[in-house]
């Protein structure tokens, strides 16, 4: 296989290589990649359960509100 000019030009040389990452340099990133991963996973089960709690007593209070706002219906008006 004959190379053009081009080709050969873009062809990697010794001092290339030396900045390439090793087996290990990669395996340590890939490392800090999925431990930063899990972390913002676990922020958003975080999020999701302070959510589902929020909804709950959301859901509390408007029922709570519900029953004394018809207990204050059946008072005369100006009785409260």
Do not use: C, W
């Amino acid at each position: 296989m004959t190379l053009t000019p081009e080709q050969f030009n873009k062809m990697a040389t010794k001092e290339d290589l030396v900045n390439l990452a090793s087996k290990d340099e990669l395996q340590e990133m890939k490392n800090e990649i999925l431990s930063a991963i899990d972390g913002l996973a676990r922020n958003m089960n975080n999020v999701n359960s302070d959510r589902a709690a929020n909804m709950a007593a959301h859901d509390r209070f408007e029922g709570r509100i519900t029953v004394i706002e018809k207990k204050l219906e059946l008072k005369p008006a100006g009785s409260y």
